[in-house]
């Protein structure tokens, strides 16, 4: 059982929370590119943007980068349990089939788990 401040010793999620970060990371870095020259092209071309104060300008940027950080961390950790459920369900199905595999060989039925499958190459026969 988890107790409450055991999240150091959970692998998946630091690992899901890594990937996070790392998105978290690029999307603002990617919004506030864009954003810096949306900014450049409003101070170029609007009077309105020009007249604004410097702290709201720097709202403005800081929001940008905050919105994209938010998108691109969502989506990484969306297809980082993607990913994770797909491992764990090929996991899964390869033990179904070890243990299908296993109970053949329990029987003896020649072919099974890559030996004399092809005819003329059995060497039981």
């Known amino acids: 059982m988890r107790q409450h401040g055991s999240l150091s010793k959970d692998h998946e999620t630091n690992e899901a929370a890594w990937e996070a970060a ?3 990371s690029w ?9 810096a020259v949306a900014g450049g092209v409003a101070y170029a071309m609007s009077p309105i ?6 702290q709201f300008k720097v709202y403005i940027q800081m929001s940008g980068m905050i919105l994209g950080g938010m998108i ?3 989506n990484r950790i969306r297809a980082y349990e993607h990913m994770i459920r797909h491992q764990k369900r090929l996991a899964r199905d390869m033990e179904v089939w070890r ?3 296993a109970e053949f060989e329990e029987k ?5 788990g ?4 092809v005819k003329g190459t059995n060497p039981r026969a």
Do not use: C, H, Q
């Open 22 to 24: 790392r998105g978290a």
């Open 27 to 35: 999307g603002a870095l990617k919004w506030g590119a864009f954003s």
């Open 49 to 54: 943007y020009r007249s604004l104060t410097i």
């Open 72 to 74: 691109e961390a969502d």
């Open 99 to 101: 243990r299908y595999e």
């Open 108 to 112: 003896g039925t020649p072919g099974v």
């Open 114 to 117: 890559g030996e004399g499958n």
